[in-house]
Nanobody, 124 residues
Framework: QVQLVESGGGLVQAGGSLRLSCAAS????????MGWFRQAPGKEREFVAA????????YYADSVKGRVTISRDNAKNTVYLQMNSLKPEDTAAYYC?????????????????WGQGTQVTVSS
């Protein structure tokens, strides 16, 4: 089992920044590829970004590319999502997830463990 706890969400004005954190506990964090997904009310959960177990490979949705950076610190069992130039359409609950195989980093159904989410609200 891997337990994931997100933090760092909040209310921010358009153009602002937030850094989300996801702290992992349980099994060896460095064995897992990690992803961030988001879900707005009435919409399906969508991929935001992912990072390989080593941090050597990163993946981004086109909608956030250039504005978002995913990183991880395996010594701290934590993955981060730095979000800049936020837009109202970024408003959603953000979830981190862990996947041992990480063969399809952008596919939510392939992830084994999920956090409870943290809300990000961007005002215009």
């Amino acid at each position: 089992q891997v337990q994931l706890v997100e933090s760092g969400g909040g209310l921010v004005q358009a153009g602002g920044s937030l850094r989300l954190s996801c702290a992992a506990s349980g099994r060896t964090f460095s064995n897992y590829g990690m992803g961030w997904f988001r879900q707005a009310p009435g919409k399906e959960r969508e991929f935001v970004a992912a990072i390989s177990w080593s941090g050597g490979s990163t993946y981004y949705a086109d909608s956030v590319k250039g504005r978002v950076t995913i990183s991880r610190d395996n010594a701290k069992n934590t993955v981060y999502l730095q979000m800049n130039s936020l837009k109202p359409e970024d408003t959603a609950a953000y979830y981190c997830a862990a996947d041992r195989s990480h063969k399809r980093p952008s596919v939510a159904a392939t992830y084994d463990y999920w956090g409870q989410g943290t809300q990000v609200t961007v005002s215009s």
